[in-house]
């Protein structure tokens, strides 16, 4: 009785998914008539290679293929639930050169394969794909309907069906050409897979990416790191430092002014107290800003809270999700933020300034929007570049999106992985 029940479980999801495989292959279909064009197109050109015609026209012949193969990239991610990575070497610089990135970048050898196996496999197997079906439902119509068709019209499988045991006979051929369209799903996620196979990125790539990738927020991070420590350096040097050499100093004078002259002395002393006084305020500023108190003290909620509360432009502030994360991931957060916002402040002409916090606890995400006039652009050096090198430094993530006219929108995710 299980096996039973694990069998109709499976073909109720089988036919569940029937008309989307089917849509699948149908439109497969369609790209492998277009596939065969693109084919019989760089044939062509290829052919005129040989004689020297068509070499400038090979590059471009590559380029113009690629929409049909990142259509079927995104076709296939959304049938396999996962992205397929489209990876080329830039075709750029001298005639020779993009020939020599079209003929070694391994991605346009499996583009063409692709095209290939899909040109050979496509349009039968949508073919195929519609027609099973439907000859399913007219064998399951035969003893419906053979009565009322002219004698000699009506045939199955190559038989006359002109009795009711030749009917009868239609009827139950039309349980194995069922279990054969009920494999149709299948098919359809065997073509998505080869789409992946082919059209995704060669073995290797994906790392190479990855490790190319992570060696240059690396870079950046101790980058940033360097002139984060130049920065404190100077802060103490120029601030902090100078005022406590004062005040040595005017303790000093004090001393040699205390039996001469106690008055002058004694105002030293007092002029000496306020200088350690603002002393102690500037290195107060400098702890606060290689990591802020209030986010210990507080949580980042509060402290962004804080911040929202103290914009020169209203702010509302969306941190109902928020929960505690690692410091690290505060620390960034908060800079960020306050950076996103002194940005809104002088550039934007904003009149309202939304801030979004939140995310599941393995990721963190922050979105500032602002109705301002938009055409904020990310520049070296820059805030925005400085919030890109914090969020990639912790293998996050920033997306600007600030079109003329606004709104200006920046996202951020920032990962808090164990």
Known sequence: ????????????????????AIGYLVVGGVTSVLAMFA???????????????????????VRVVRPLLSFERRRAARKLGEPIVEV?????????????????????????AWMVAQTVTGMFVALFAVALPISTLVQLATPAIWQHVPPGELTSYGFEVDSWPTAGVAFLIAFPVGLVALQIPVVARWQALLASALLGPGEG??????????????AAALDAHGAELRRIERDLHDGAQAR???????????????????????????????????????????????????????????????????????????????????????????????????????????????????GPPELLRIEISDDGVGGAV??????????RRRAEALDGSMVLTSPPGGPTV????LPCGS
């Open 205 to 218: 790539v994906v790392l190479a990416d990855r490790v190319a990738a992570l060696t240059a927020t690396r």
């Open 378 to 387: 990310e520049t070296y050096g820059g805030g925005l570049a400085g919030i």
């Open 88 to 112: 080329y070497q830039p075709i750029t610089g001298g005639l020779w050169q993009r020939l020599a990135t079209v003929f070694t970048d391994p991605a346009n050898r499996r583009d063409f």
């Open 39 to 61: 084919v019989i197109g760089l044939l062509i050109v290829a052919g005129f290679c040989l004689i020297g015609v068509g070499i400038p026209a090979l590059p471009d012949a």
């Open 244 to 358: 406590i050499a004062a005040v040595i100093m005017q303790l000093g004078l004090a001393d040699q002014l205390r039996e001469q002259d106690p008055e002058a002395a004694q105002g030293l002393v007092r002029k000496a107290q306020d200088t350690a006084t603002a002393a102690l305020a500037e290195l107060r500023d400098v702890v606060r800003n290689v990591y802020p108190p209030v986010l210990s003290d507080r949580g980042l909620a509060s402290a962004i809270s804080a911040i929202a509360a103290r914009s020169p432009i209203p702010c509302v502030l969306d941190s109902s999700e928020v929960g505690r994360r690692p410091a690290a991931v505060e620390a960034a957060a908060y800079f960020v933020i306050t950076e996103a916002l002194t940005n809104a402040t002088k550039h934007s002409g904003a009149e309202g300034i939304s801030l979004m916090l939140g």
């Open 1 to 20: 009785m299980t096996r039973v029940m694990v069998a109709l479980r499976a073909t109720r999801d089988r036919l569940w998914r029937l008309p989307g």
């Open 410 to 413: 920046l996202r951020v995710e």
